[in-house]
């Protein structure tokens, strides 16, 4: 096999947050395969490139997960350098794993490009930091995708012990929430949900554990998806949101 | 305050691994406070800074953490454009909220920009998926610093509900595996340790959870940080380790 297959974690969404190599990886590309999340100035870096969508969105899939292996064997087989772009890290509910595999199985040399997961830039856009000395040093990242996934770690983990972070779940947020009432976590844990993080329409809703049924986006990002970070590093938001915003005005010239 | 600071993710170590506003920021910056284990590659490339390491590195401090708000404001106020460069990302253990919060005390303008963090980076660098269908669908990242920080939750946790990463934890490892097989994580868990992440240099060790006390670097590695991964996603590695260094060796030209 001639070709070259390199399944890039993409970020949050800025095209600034993507790393170097991803960068690299996409400029130099004959073949980008992209996720539906994936920022349109993320794809047009890749100006020499044929671009198709794979993702999936609301969970209805474009291409099948094993359409999504036999392009990207079929594209290296013919000496294409393939970027399989990803939101976030290609190996945080990514499939970047099956992916790396079905690769494997059929012999096309590959690589795996780290990106900046939303499950810590989502919370860092809306001035959340998911560890803070006192507050949390402990994170954990959920898919909310499935009840059963989650389930057992939020049925288990002990009350307050770490920041939970939830990615893929704003469709189940009632019930996480009330899983984690049940468990012990006080009704009135800061809680938030960041949309579009990173992005210039970013918008988030901030609130206790037992109102995160009522987060909403406004009108704009209805549908999108979105982050659920909850933990007492929430509160901190409000003590850093304000300088943030300063700050983006005094930036001036810089990006 | 005319100056501003950016609180900077520096990735886990190589320079390719840098977002493009990390590269920004540190090619306009006029001053560097950097991290012990920043990569000397990714140092280089604030051409035009004066750089000065504030790190601690296994324990010591060289500059506390006082000292380091104090010489941000400082310069802040000065006029300079301030990178406080960090390993990883600056919300992950990264002590970037309490900076941040004594920026905002001293009104000085800043800015967050998420990095590429070592909990993702370190496991994949060593070809293991955080997450993959049908193994682990939970991420749990611990500091390994200090052992109240993560009893609450290594006590609690329901065995093998999630991938268990746990940065800074070396020193207190053969406690920590003690503690997962007393809560009920079988001895056989697949586990690892990796060294200098993404680095020319990188080690890694596999093996089950009851022999983790065992894992060594190598001489060369000796003392130095490493990450450690607990879970059956440790199992992967071996099915795509071989493929990604095939890898390496018919990228060619690609970095």
């Known amino acids: 096999v001639k070709g070259f297959v390199s399944l890039v974690g993409a970020g949050p ?4 947050l993507l790393t170097r190599k991803a960068l690299r990886r996409l400029s130099e590309a004959d073949l980008v395969l992209y996720d539906a999340l994936v920022a349109p100035e993320v794809l047009a870096l890749a100006a020499g490139a044929r671009r198709f969508p794979v993702g999936k969105r609301a969970g209805r899939h474009t291409v099948t997960q094993e359409g999504i292996h036999h392009a990207m064997v079929r ?53 959340i930091p998911v560890t803070h000395r006192g507050l949390s040093s402990a994170l954990v990242v959920l898919s909310g995708h499935a009840e059963e996934a989650w389930r057992p770690v939020v049925d288990s983990l002990a009350p ?30 800061p809680s938030a949900v960041v949309w579009s993080a990173s992005r210039p329409d970013s918008a ?15 009108e ?20 850093l949101a304000p300088v943030v915003a300063e700050a983006r005005a005094a930036q001036g010239g810089l990006r």
């Not at 969404?13 to 600034?16: I, K, R």
């Not at 988030?204 to 406004?218: I, N, Q, V």
């Open 160 to 189: 307050h012990s770490a920041t939970v972070v939830v990615l893929m779940g704003l469709a189940g947020r009632a019930a996480l929430a009330a899983a984690l009432v049940a468990r012990g976590w006080r009704r009135s844990t």
């Open 13 to 16: 969404g800025d095209p600034e």
């Open 204 to 218: 988030s809703w901030r609130g206790p554990l037992s109102s995160l049924h009522k987060a909403e986006p406004g």
């Open 75 to 127: 594209a290296a087989r013919r000496g294409l350098r393939v970027v399989r772009l990803k939101g976030g890290d290609p190996f945080v509910f990514g499939r970047g794993g099956e992916e790396a595999l079905a690769l494997k199985a059929a012999r096309v040399p590959f690589e795996v490009v780290p990106g900046v997961s939303a499950a810590i830039a989502a919370p860092a856009s809306a001035s």
């Open 220 to 239: 704009a990002l209805a549908g999108a998806p979105g982050t659920i970070v909850i933990g007492e590093v929430v509160s901190l938001a409000a003590a």
